[in-house]
């Protein structure tokens, strides 16, 4: 009877009555608690690993992290990178001033660089004369050089022992992408009939539109086909790296309206935009005209100082040496052959 009392009495002070159903399941019979668990159940186990996977979302785990590479700020290696170009002989204002990205050029990376450049056999002296003809090295990286060293091998035929000649020659070739330049420039020289491109390849780093094509479109419009024009660059390529405004026009006004040439001498003879109008192309038909002598180009402006003026003095008042003439040197026949 007393614990019937004190029964009642828990569950009239209890602020949560025994109709609870947490507190019936402790009272349930166990052939009642199989009964189909609710929702609720199938989302928070009962076990206390469950509870604590449950209640605290897990984190993926840790990546394994690289040991943290101290960052370079190339503002403040300006003074070191000083230094160091000033080791090799190059003054880091200037080459700044040339190419201004080299400013952000960390000196890990320009030692990384050159470094790679002497790998190949290049001195301190050859790497003076790169950077200051090409600065943009500085900026560039050996993943990016290594395809130009590739190309020139394997594609333009350059032969490993010529290989540092052809790049001292033409510093800016490191500088050029393989795939948007060299190689387009290098289909479009085979293409017009240059035959061994290895010995011109200081033009390979130019554009074909703006510098090829203008240049033989300007021989088109003087007076020459397509045809001849291409013969013309086919047979001197270097005609590709003279300037129109101050080589081409001057030097042809020369040749029509003071020399009075034909046009088919320049085509047997392209090499004549070679030479200096100042320095040899006048002095040189000066003289001739004062002495009454007509020599054909090459006689003209190929011979050296002496020589030219032994022939002046023998063929005064006589005529153009003709191709029988011991006058008429070998040079001479060797470019004066027709277009086939």
Request: glycine share 2%.
């Amino acid at each position: 009877m007393k614990e019937l009392l004190h029964l009642h009495a828990t569950n009239a002070v209890s602020p949560y009555p025994l109709s609870k159903p947490s507190q019936l399941s402790r009272s349930k019979p166990s052939h009642l608690s199989r009964s189909k668990p609710s929702p609720s159940f199938l989302r928070f186990s009962s076990s206390p690993a469950s509870k604590a996977s449950t209640s605290t979302p897990r984190k993926p785990p840790k990546t394994p992290q690289l040991p943290a590479v101290p960052h370079e700020d190339p503002q403040s290696q300006f003074p070191e990178k000083a230094l160091y170009l000033d080791s090799l002989g190059l003054d880091l204002l200037d080459l700044v001033d040339a190419h201004p990205p080299i400013v952000s050029a960390s000196l890990s990376d320009i030692k990384s660089t050159l470094d790679f450049l002497r790998s190949f056999g290049f001195s301190t002296a050859d790497l003076r004369r790169l950077c200051s003809m090409c600065p943009e090295l500085l900026t560039s990286t050996p993943a990016n050089i290594l395809p130009v060293f590739t190309f020139l091998l394997r594609e333009a035929r350059v032969e490993g022992r010529n290989l540092r000649r052809v790049i001292l020659r033409r510093p800016r070739l490191l500088a050029c992408d393989v795939r948007s330049r060299l190689r387009p420039t290098l289909y479009f020289l085979q293409t017009i009939g240059v035959e061994d491109v290895s010995k011109h390849t200081s033009l390979l780093s130019c554009s074909v539109e703006d510098k090829f094509v203008p240049r033989i479109e300007y021989i088109q419009r003087i007076g020459f086909s397509r045809r001849d024009a291409l013969s013309m660059f086919r047979r001197f390529p270097q005609l590709f790296c003279y300037s129109i405004k101050e080589n081409f026009e001057p030097k042809f006004d020369y040749f029509v309206v003071e020399m009075g040439r034909d046009l088919k001498e320049l085509k047997e003879f392209p090499q004549y935009f070679s030479f200096s109008l100042e320095n040899r192309i006048k002095p040189r038909h000066r003289m001739c005209v004062e002495k009454g002598v007509c020599f054909p180009l090459p006689i003209m402006l190929k011979t050296n100082d002496e020589r030219f003026r032994i022939r002046l003095e023998v063929c005064i008042g006589s005529s153009p040496p003709l191709r029988s003439s011991p006058l008429w040197s070998v040079d001479t026949e060797s470019v004066q052959h027709s277009d086939e």
